[in-house]
């Protein structure tokens, strides 16, 4: 995707970019809040772009530095500094104004709700109609480091239902055998000759970011460690969103393995962003919610608040987030498991305080902590939940290699 | 596919079926010759159907009970009982009479016909045909819990030579992982939102029928452990159908291991659904055909016979077919399966013996039960009867999703 | 693909071949400069071709002997004796004259020149022209009997760039595995019957021949073992063609393990199909080039210096591949392997001695044996290179598949 050589010149929030380019060669300027940076870009292939990024770093221009470095390869040079604060236009056509799926956090409430617009479009999609091919052409490599079926299935379903054809790989570690030991920068250069689009699980903290760093097309994050899940986390509130109608003036209890969880955590961030929202947290006492995030929704002026009764909770609340206790956290201690496991069971009796229009909702896999005569009430929301998912990667895949 | 919410009362074969239904919840009653059964579905999601299953259960009302659960998601609340009694339609565009394919034996003879006509338009289909293109916009997911490349690949070729597209994974078992624990009806619930059709390979018998009960959309046994594995049966009859040109008044030798063979006992049975049929069994003592299949065919009137001189058999015989001692069967006892092993082998010996126009089959993979110089000679049909899988297999998956 | 069975008698290059045949019989007659043979096929079943090369063989005559058997199948009976005699012909629509890839080898420099203009027409194909549709209804199986992530990728790219289909196996192994033990030639045999070509990778030298021998369709060898990976050996000498602009009169300096590296070992040989060309061996003293290729280069007038410096070489080549020293060789001797490996970095030092025309290569994956500093450079060729084998490889496939 190094077609592209239009190079402009332009003002924008008070900062200056200026540059100018021969076929194998650019050059820019860019003035912004933390200084000034003047890379030189050799030569327009992609590996170009992320080895601007490691000539020069520094923890806050990384950002900017390997977005700069991105655009380089496409639409002409520009700081994503700005990217950042020229506000979004969803109209349709216009192109998608992030290059990566990196993390929840990335978007904000009129993306999101922009996003599900989208997503709700990709429900509709008939089998066989125009709108199912609208990625025919594209391919998908699914960069798997660790199995995930129920995450690749899901990206691959959904590439399949708008076209796209999928490069299948669960065994990435492979790349990067001790015997070869090639990194993951090297296997991204690699898989994106071969794709148009790159959908990572990784088993590190940050690898996504990497790899965006790296990849001139498109890298969504599919799950890095105990880091970020992103459409895990758009699927959850935009669960809610189908279910309950809106976003503003809910309550949510959030039950089970708060400290370990990576979709409560994320969907607490996520519930921040609108308003008049309650939250309430329902754990054993060994994996509480941690402070951080309290503390962020309390900066962020979001009521929440710690309970022991599940049921007095569940009558409160429109969405019941159950989670699984995960017992690889606990070692040796099997007996604090049980204790953990047994305590808050979503179960008939929960179901019957719950108010009519309110739902259960759970990330899955889930093995006790909903009782399975849960599932036949409407309220239990949790296969839908995962249906969501579907259209959620549906509309990032369109957003990501087509726009708006 | 739990759309469709029209509900009806009929009278058919002196049974009576009632029902109303709102868009949450629906009654019915049914009497069929076992007795009366009134099960409530309180949800029309796809789990509903599962749970009546689950919620009153009798060994024979089991068939009807989920058949009846499975019907109410799809084209009103029927009683499968009927369903089995009413006769089948074969005319094109008419719905195929069955949601899944389980086990060999819920075919008879006219359905099995039908089906090979079916098989024989399939081998017909040019490429980039409109007849390759008939699955365009499904999507089948090949749910393998333990590793069958030759049966997957099978059924990935029958899909995609029809069009259809394949969401594939053999590590199936990752779902319920130790550390996760996921049923095998959530894996189904959630596999079924993202495909059209589950092809499901276990290690379990019974399994694909728990996966039907559950699922909404058509589910194909690939093989569940000892259990079944229709498609595999139906090749082997197909391909008979195809060599000697008829089922009825043929001569057949079931040669190897006849105890443990899953191919040779689903033969038999499917055998004894045709006129004037006689049966060989050749195998070493210790691998012998099992009583239950003896004592069904002679229920059925079918003659067969022990026989310990394999030339002899196969001098009489329209169809010699061989299957592999499997070792594991013999644990400790290398000594028995040597012994076992090598008694029974088809070279050219036996070959010269056969008639010309008889066939040798073998389900594969072969060991040297059939000595490798027989390959070239026509009467050789082991690996044409495994091209007719592919054949057979396109057929069950338009069949499922288009019907006739 | 043995429907044909038309046989004919013709002279060619004063060599006589006579062959008459009856649907299940074909005798022939062939005189080639090796001396004369007269197999018997038995039958015109796909085995007939392995069976006929099992029956009589000697080094020499095996080339020749399975090519006879395949032709036999496909267009009349031929003496390949002959087919490697006569002259090919590129023109549009011409059948490609191999049957199968087995080997870099099997190619003279025309058919590599022809192969490389259709190589430069894939990359120039555009999303959803009719070029990314030629491929359109076939199907291509990749076979692999050790995973090699990097390599199936490149080969399912290829084939979905140009509209054909795949299907995907990593465990090919599970085919023969230990409780079964099926033979290669049956596995090739079953998976020809759902698959237009086939792709494999195989841990033993040789085992691509025995595929090809056995298969009526393509053979593509992707590695067997120590053998050979004619694609990677192709995509080497396209990349110095893209890169350098011509293959005569060129310096090549070969570095790193020059022992063991299989990619080097072909390119030397392919480079003596050149005129004037001139290889620099630089490697530690336990790995370098062995005598074999040494004196095949000498035999074939082509000029090869050893040296240790290896800046002094880039200064004068306008190729400097690079390669991986292999842990894996060393075994306990880990101090030899940290000597050797230490010993030829290829550096920002080295890359500012080279000429601004010439080129780093390597055939991935890299350690450390080219500085990351070094890829920002225009001259690091590397990741084109990996690039190249996608179009390669869509060649290959087209030109097997389509011909011409």
Known sequence: MASSYTFSTWTSNGSICASKASKNNAEFICNYPNGNFRPTIHSMTTSASADISLSWISSNEKEINWKGGKSSLKNGVKCSALDF???PSFFKGNKFHFEDVIEAQ?????????IFDVALEMEKIEKNSAGSQILKGYLMATLFYEPSTRTRLSFESAMKRL????????????FSSAAKGETLEDTIRTVEGYSDIIVMRHFESGAAKR???TASIPVINAGDGPGQHPSQALLDIYTIQREIGKLDGIN???VGDLANGRTVRSLAYLLAKYEDVKIYFVSPEVVKMKDDIKDYLTSRGIEWEESADLKEVASKCDVVYQTRIQRERFGERT?????ARGKYIVDLDVLNVMQKHAVVMHPLPRLDEITVDVDVDPRAAYFRQAKNG??????LLKLLLLGW
């Open 252 to 254: 949510v209890g959030l």
């Open 163 to 174: 076209g796209g054809e999928v490069l299948t790989t669960e065994n990435a570690r492979e």
């Open 211 to 213: 790899a965006a760093v």
């Open 106 to 114: 990335q978007f904000d409430r009129d993306t999101l709700s922009a």
């Open 335 to 339: 007996d604090l498991y049980e204790e």
């Open 85 to 87: 604060e020229t506000k």
């Open 390 to 395: 579907l259209y959620i990667r549906m509309a």
